[in-house]
């Protein structure tokens, strides 16, 4: 075999078999296929896509490319959760305490930021002390003791995607819904799931620009779950406001601890009570109406935040230490009107600059700066009024530049919910 043919019949559209995939993918891993070819391969799957066959023979590949967890102790009350990446998108560390305070067991791998999106372990990893990477015996003690962990995958968890994914976020080759399912899809089998609710996140913030392609992401991921037997149910959200007030890590986790002590934004409200009602409907086998109720209870006794708590505590993270940058100054309106729309992208590109992302997987972060929305879509807003705070350490940003990501209007529109469908 040989790699070069292997791209060229990709390129011209034919489909591949299981054998030259996987040569292409465990070639990239062993280090025998350079990352010119590996680029130029990716982009003919982005250009080209890939049969349900191949995509299969894709996410199988890169789920034997490493370490496969052994959950099975964990038993049937389990579900995971997983987003397809979005602006301000803390809902994991809400929805996961909140979920296990009904006992039913979340254990969670989680990634980093890349690109635009963020990674829950990089806000976690705001709480002073935190460990986000747990052993095997580690993870099976505390999902024994508080239902919950939300952990790294560790090193050897599909290898061929942490290299993959590295590459494709400098390629311009993220952007294709074979190599994104069999990414998320590779990860959450070797991460030992048999029941998963996706957040499939749809907007100019997000990697699926358009309800009908979420949707078709959303069928192959359930797809695939069959072929091992694991059942995944798909939530579409929009993704074209930034999710909730806060955008950056120790941000996002002062937000979510205000959520999950009663104070949330509506959209974020309504998403959290949305997935962790399906994630506790399948854990517990029980109807979708139930499971919202046990939700709504838990959330209001405090249950779920004191779960969240158990869990800083139990992977040695000092919840009174967040870190937050004391350097901020607010960004004002200068016209008065209603606010139609906030430009997801165009904040977490803001944001990213401030330092709270990363441009390669190796870059360091800072997990104090971001930006605090005080209004919404569809707030009214006076001349003056103040639209955000900006938390910054040594970089400012032009309010000017700022401003750009608000479109404020005379008449009200109406704001359509951030529930956009599910696929089953
Ligand atoms: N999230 C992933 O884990 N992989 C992708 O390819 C895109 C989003």
Avoid at 25 to 42: H, K, N, R, T, W
Avoid at 54 to 73: K, R
Avoid at 170 to 176: C, K, L, Y
Avoid at 332 to 337: A, D, I, L, N, V
């Amino acid at each position: 075999m040989n790699s070069v043919d292997i791209i060229n019949k990709k390129r011209l559209g034919f489909s591949l078999t299981k054998e030259e995939i996987s040569y292409m993918v465990m070639g990239y891993v062993q280090g025998e296929i350079p990352d010119y070819q590996m680029s130029a391969f990716l982009m003919s799957i982005c250009l080209k896509g890939m049969n349900d066959e191949e995509i299969f023979f894709l996410t199988d590949t890169m789920l034997h490319s490493g370490h496969i967890l052994d959950t099975s102790f964990l038993g049937v009350h389990t579900v995971d959760k997983h987003s397809t990446g979005g602006v301000g998108d803390k809902t994991t560390l809400v929805v996961a305490p909140l979920v296990a305070s009904t006992g039913v067991n979340v254990i969670k791998m989680s990634g980093r930021g890349l690109g635009f999106t963020g990674g829950t372990i990089d806000k976690l990893e705001s709480i002073e002390g935190l460990r986000t990477y747990l052993t095997e015996e580690e993870l099976r003690k505390q999902v024994e003791a508080i239902h919950v962990c939300i952990a790294s995958g560790g090193k050897d968890l599909v290898l061929a995607d942490k290299k993959m994914y590295a590459l494709r976020d400098v390629t311009g080759t993220v952007e294709s819904i074979p190599l994104i399912a069999s990414s998320i899809m590779s990860k959450k089998i070797a991460a030992g799931s048999k029941k998963i609710v996706m957040d499939v996140k749809v907007g100019n913030g997000a990697l699926m620009k358009t309800k009908k392609e979420a949707e078709e992401l959303s069928k192959i991921m359930i797809q695939i779950g069959k072929r091992y037997g694991v059942v995944v149910e798909c939530v579409l959200s929009s993704m074209d406001f930034p999710l909730g007030y806060a955008i950056g890590n120790g941000l996002e986790v002062k937000e979510s601890i205000e959520a999950l002590r009663g104070k949330f934004a509506p959209d974020f409200y309504e998403l959290v009570l949305t997935l962790a009602s399906q994630m506790v409907a399948l854990g517990l086998e029980i109807p979708l109406e139930e499971a919202r109720e046990k939700v709504v209870l838990n959330l209001e006794n405090g249950q779920a935040y004191q779960t969240f708590l158990k869990l800083v505590e139990n992977q040695h993270g000092n919840i009174e230490k967040v870190d937050l940058s004391n350097t901020t100054y607010d960004v004002f309106s200068e016209e008065e009107g209603y606010i139609t729309s906030i430009d997801a992208l165009h904040l977490a590109k803001i944001s990213s600059k401030l330092g709270a992302g990363r441009e390669n997987l190796n870059d360091e972060i800072d997990y104090g700066v971001g930006l605090w929305l005080f209004k919404k879509p569809g707030d009214f807003v006076k001349k003056g009024e103040a639209l955000l705070r900006v938390y910054y350490r040594q970089k400012k940003i032009e309010q000017e530049e700022i401003l750009k990501s608000y479109k404020i209007e005379q008449e009200k529109k109406e704001v359509s919910s951030i529930l956009l469908g599910y696929v089953k």
